[in-house]
């Protein structure tokens, strides 16, 4: 999605990087022209604008509904879009529904559908039960027309207006007489349910000047309503509104009406159709301001500790080199005593090698995948598309994560490559598929739309064991074909007894507070995104924010392992990845926090869904920050002590 086109020519990087947030629309995405009904003269146009219903979802509940679990009005007779990974994944069950109209047709109060319920039928009494739960924890309804978002629009504090993608089935008035959520001053009767059984939908469309007949649509607005309609069977949209007492036994019908109106807009072009929802955001300026404050603060912290290091390290590396060059040459000290066990292998190389392996195909397919997001492949527009290139990178990035695993067992001294491999292709990736299955079977009984069904598991097992298995093995097997000649004393060196802030356990805690600040802010508006329904769009400062984690973490890293060398203390493998990877322990101190300060989420099956899709996101963070961290530090290692003169 995006805000301006960029030109065809070579663009420069920090361009892209800078302006992706309000970049172009979806490349690949051709418009549809609409044209009314009997002026069809390209093939192109269509006369009808159809609405597609997609899953339903609640800020107080993480499992979302198809449309259909409600007992809407539904249609049977059309074909399911297609949909990708992404949207299985997610949960997003789109369908068609008895919602059509042509273009420039306007319509008033037109019947869709009326539902008879009678409580004394346990079917009925059903239905109606969860509907009213559904009001109860503020399930909103997500439409779509012309592959865009549907949008409620209502002003908010300032004289804003803040422009939704969803829209409530209804609303709740307490016992008390208080109204939740959507409910207005008119509806005051006390425990009790009004439903929102009537749309008023305004279609904007703008003509395409350089065609004789056609226009394309640029907006739809909706503003939903309760009428409890005078006459069931001819809808009037009149009298109060369609209110359901919760302690209600008997007959019930509701009507289900909407009306239609198009507006012509001369503004708002195709390519830019999103903005007017995106700049609607509540507190977007807020949020950049923020998210710029935070890049200017971490890129001077980057800077301080860089000039450090280099100062430092350029003083010592010239002061031992002399040292070598006198002919009475003083004693070593410091970090030059430990280079005969500085790449001696860590206890449990194996498991710290699986690790780098799959925190190295993590890393690519993050920097993959943020990389077409700042194109705008990846928009809103596209649907699930995030998800889809996520998953198919993580498939087709076997061989990195096999060749970085055997390539550093091997150099840690092990001999079975075979048990290394095997490792590499089922213990992480086995202990995220066990904890998502578990939260499906959770789903499962819940009956939410999120639930994967059978043939996807089947699908991703399949691709997982026939695709990444198999690319694993090749690049194990020519990982493992590497030789690493490396120098190490027979006898270990003693390490003599560590201060305070030289051990391990204070570093590591100490060595994940400054990449946790530079991104605690757009952790943020991710998790907002995730489980408050936001939609996510600013790509390109995400991407800069991930550049500053890898360069954070690189020097942070770097700087603690070069402050344990100087105190003669060579273990530094375990402890570069653990001390970048502490990064996840806060991150997840971060996600309680926030789910207990800011979610307004209820009942056990959302909260242990909560946290078990939680606990997946802080492991892979935990793979992926560790192994930046691991890197910069065998960079770091092994270049100062190719650099310095050892005897």
């Given at each position: 999605?995006?805000?301006?086109?960029?030109?065809?020519?070579?663009?420069?990087?920090?361009?892209?990087?800078?302006?992706?947030?309000?970049?172009?629309?979806?490349?690949?995405?051709?418009?549809?022209?609409?044209?009314?009904?009997?002026?069809?003269?390209?093939?192109?146009?269509?006369?009808?604008?159809?609405?597609?219903?997609?899953?339903?979802?609640?800020?107080?509940?993480?499992?979302?509904?198809?449309?259909?679990?409600?007992?809407?009005?539904?249609?049977?007779?059309?074909?399911?879009?297609?949909?990708?990974?992404?949207?299985?994944?997610?949960?997003?069950?789109?369908?068609?529904?008895?919602?059509?109209?042509?273009?420039?047709?306007?319509?008033?109060?037109?019947?869709?559908?009326?539902?008879?319920?009678?409580?004394?039928?346990?079917?009925?009494?059903?239905?109606?039960?969860?509907?009213?739960?559904?009001?109860?924890?503020?399930?909103?309804?997500?439409?779509?027309?012309?592959?865009?978002?549907?949008?409620?629009?209502?002003?908010?504090?300032?004289?804003?207006?803040?422009?939704?993608?969803?829209?409530?089935?209804?609303?709740?008035?307490?016992?008390?007489?208080?109204?939740?959520?959507?409910?207005?001053?008119?509806?005051?009767?006390?425990?009790?349910?009004?439903?929102?059984?009537?749309?008023?939908?305004?279609?904007?469309?703008?003509?395409?000047?350089?065609?004789?007949?056609?226009?394309?649509?640029?907006?739809?607005?909706?503003?939903?309503?309760?009428?409890?309609?005078?006459?069931?069977?001819?809808?009037?949209?009149?009298?109060?509104?369609?209110?359901?007492?919760?302690?209600?036994?008997?007959?019930?019908?509701?009507?289900y009406t909407y009306s239609v109106q198009?507006?012509?807009?001369?503004?708002?072009?195709?390519?830019?159709?999103?903005?007017?929802?995106?700049?609607?955001?509540?507190?977007?300026?807020?949020?950049?301001?923020?998210?710029?404050?935070?890049?200017?603060?971490?890129?001077?912290?980057?800077?301080?500790?860089?000039?450090?290091?280099?100062?430092?390290?350029?003083?010592?590396?010239?002061?031992?080199?002399?040292?070598?060059?006198?002919?009475?040459?003083?004693?070593?000290?410091?970090?030059k005593l430990v280079h005969g066990d500085?790449?001696?292998?860590?206890?449990?190389?194996?498991?710290?090698?699986?690790?780098?392996?799959?925190?190295?195909?993590?890393?690519?397919?993050?920097?993959?995948?943020?990389?077409?997001?700042?194109?705008?492949?990846?928009?809103?527009?596209?649907?699930?598309?995030?998800?889809?290139?996520?998953?198919?990178?993580?498939?087709?990035?076997?061989?990195?994560?096999?060749?970085?695993?055997?390539?550093?067992?091997?150099?840690?001294?092990?001999?079975?490559?075979?048990?290394?491999?095997?490792?590499?292709?089922?213990?992480?990736?086995?202990?995220?598929?066990?904890?998502?299955?578990?939260?499906?079977?959770?789903?499962?009984?819940?009956?939410?739309?999120?639930?994967?069904?059978?043939?996807?598991?089947?699908?991703?097992?399949?691709?997982?064991?026939?695709?990444?298995?198999?690319?694993?093995?090749?690049?194990?097997?020519?990982?493992?074909?590497?030789?690493?000649?490396?120098?190490?004393?027979?006898?270990?060196?003693?390490?003599?007894?560590?201060?305070?802030?030289?051990?391990?356990?204070?570093?590591?805690?100490?060595?994940?507070?400054?990449?946790?600040?530079?991104?605690?802010?757009?952790?943020?508006?991710?998790?907002?995104?995730?489980?408050?329904?936001?939609?996510?769009?600013?790509f390109g400062f995400l991407f800069l924010?991930?550049?500053?984690?890898?360069?954070?973490?690189?020097?942070?890293?770097?700087?603690?392992?070069?402050?344990?060398?100087?105190?003669?203390?060579?273990?530094?493998?375990?402890?570069?990845?653990?001390?970048?990877?502490?990064?996840?322990?806060?991150?997840?101190?971060?996600?309680?926090?926030?789910?207990?300060?800011?979610?307004?989420?209820?009942?056990?099956?959302?909260?242990?869904?909560?946290?078990?899709?939680?606990?997946?996101?802080?492991?892979?963070?935990?793979?992926?920050?560790?192994?930046?961290?691991?890197?910069?530090?065998?960079?770091?290692?092994?270049?100062?002590?190719?650099?310095?003169?050892?005897?």
């Open positions: 999605h995006g805000r301006t086109r960029p030109s065809r020519g070579s663009v420069l990087v920090i361009f892209l990087l800078l302006h992706s947030a309000t970049s172009f629309y979806l490349p690949g995405l051709a418009p549809v022209s609409f044209c009314e009904p009997g002026q069809a003269g390209k093939e192109n146009e269509v006369p009808d604008c159809k609405i597609f219903v997609n899953r339903l979802d609640s800020v107080e509940s993480v499992l979302p509904y198809e449309y259909t679990a409600f007992d809407f009005c539904a249609i049977d007779s059309e074909k399911r879009p297609s949909e990708n990974l992404g949207q299985v994944l997610f949960g997003e069950r789109i369908e068609p529904s008895p919602y059509k109209f042509e273009f420039k047709k306007k319509v008033d109060c037109k019947p869709v559908c009326t539902k008879s319920y009678n409580t004394n039928k346990p079917e009925d009494k059903a239905h109606l039960d969860f509907l009213k739960k559904g009001m109860l924890l503020n399930y909103q309804h997500h439409w779509i027309v012309d592959n865009m978002p549907v949008t409620w629009c209502y002003d908010v504090e300032d004289g804003q207006k803040f422009c939704n993608p969803g829209f409530p089935i209804g609303c709740y008035v307490t016992e008390a007489g208080r109204p939740k959520d959507a409910c207005v001053s008119d509806f005051k009767d006390k425990d009790t349910f009004y439903v929102f059984n009537h749309v008023d939908i305004t279609i904007h469309y703008h003509v395409v000047e350089n065609e004789a007949a056609g226009a394309r649509l640029v907006a739809a607005k909706m503003e939903p309503k309760s009428y409890k309609h005078t006459k069931v069977e001819a809808p009037d949209c009149a009298g109060g509104p369609m209110y359901l007492n919760n302690k209600f036994s008997g007959e019930l019908k509701i009507g198009f507006v012509e807009d001369t503004h708002i072009r195709w390519a830019s159709r999103w903005d007017y929802i995106l700049e609607s955001m509540p507190h977007t300026n807020i949020q950049w301001f923020s998210i710029m404050n935070s890049l200017v603060i971490v890129l001077f912290l980057s800077g301080m500790v860089a000039m450090i290091m280099l100062r430092t390290l350029h003083k010592d590396i010239a002061r031992y080199n002399q040292m070598d060059s006198v002919e009475d040459a003083q004693e070593e000290f410091g970090w500085v790449f001696r292998p860590p206890r449990k190389g194996m498991l710290l090698s699986v690790f780098l392996g799959s925190g190295t195909q993590i890393f690519i397919m993050m920097f993959v995948t943020l990389f077409f997001a700042c194109l705008g492949f990846l928009s809103p527009a596209n649907r699930g598309a995030l998800m889809t290139c996520a998953v198919v990178l993580w498939v087709l990035l076997g061989t990195p994560a096999g060749y970085v695993a055997a390539r550093f067992y091997k150099s840690f001294g092990g001999e079975k490559w075979k048990t290394n491999v095997l490792l590499t292709c089922f213990l992480c990736p086995g202990v995220v598929f066990a904890d998502f299955f578990v939260m499906n079977l959770i789903l499962w009984g819940e009956g939410s739309s999120a639930a994967m069904p059978f043939g996807t598991l089947v699908a991703i097992l399949a691709l997982w064991f026939c695709i990444s298995v198999p690319l694993t093995f090749i690049g194990a097997y020519f990982g493992f074909k590497k030789t690493h000649p490396v120098r190490t004393n027979q006898i270990p060196r003693q390490i003599p007894e560590q201060s305070f802030y030289t051990r391990s356990l204070p570093g590591i805690v100490m060595g994940g507070i400054l990449p946790f600040g530079c991104i605690f802010i757009q952790l943020f508006f991710i998790l907002n995104s995730i489980w408050s329904h936001q939609m996510y769009y600013m924010v991930f550049i500053i984690l890898v360069i954070t973490c690189s020097e942070a890293t770097i700087l603690l392992c070069y402050f344990h060398l100087c105190a003669e203390d060579y273990h530094w493998q375990w402890r570069s990845f653990l001390t970048s990877g502490f990064t996840a322990v806060y991150f997840l101190v971060y996600a309680i926090h926030y789910f207990f300060s800011k979610l307004q989420i209820t009942g056990l099956a959302s909260t242990i869904l909560y946290f078990g899709y939680t606990m997946i996101m802080a492991l892979i963070f935990f793979l992926f920050t560790g192994t930046i961290g691991f890197f910069a530090c065998f960079w770091f290692v092994t270049k100062i002590y190719s650099v310095v003169k050892v005897d």
